[in-house]
């Protein structure tokens, strides 16, 4: 009897063991490293905007842009702030923005209502000849003398001139 009381103590002091192993289990907070999780609340709501540029001010750091704001359904202004966090795409400083180009940027709002950027990319665009524009060229050209063959006669734009001409070899068969 005296053994099954040990075996029976053995197991019970087990048992709590394992459970009480449980309870000094590390923090679920925690991650690898210890440090905790940033709260959801505590971290920045990335925004998106994409839209006209209104006007530019390096000497401040700031952009403004007209975009469309599609839950109001109109357009709106939005200030945004350049740091030196911020990332460019397509130019490397604020200096390079310009009035009347498109951007696209991705910034959070601090909690003073501030909206800072955190990547900024100016849309390129190809240069459009408008079809007015086209005309000018084409009559300059002509009163210069200048050929304006393989353009369009509507237009006046030049047409692609690399033509694929196609590398044959003859040779005599045996």
Known sequence: MSQRVVI????????ILLFANIGFAEDANVIRGGAYPVEEKDQPQIQ???GE???VDPAS???????FDYDSGQDKE???TVDEKTNYENISKIDEIKPGQNLSVDYYVLPTGKNIAMNISLEKTDEVVTTEEA???KA???ATGESTVGQNSDTGLSAPTDVATANTTTSSLP
């Open 78 to 80: 939005l200030s945004i």
């Open 61 to 67: 750091g700031t952009v403004v842009v007209k975009y």
């Open 140 to 142: 300059e050209a002509t």
């Open 48 to 50: 998106w905007a994409w």
């Open 53 to 55: 540029v209104l006007s």
């Open 8 to 15: 029976s103590g053995g197991v019970l002091i087990s048992i």
């Open 135 to 137: 005309a000018s060229i």
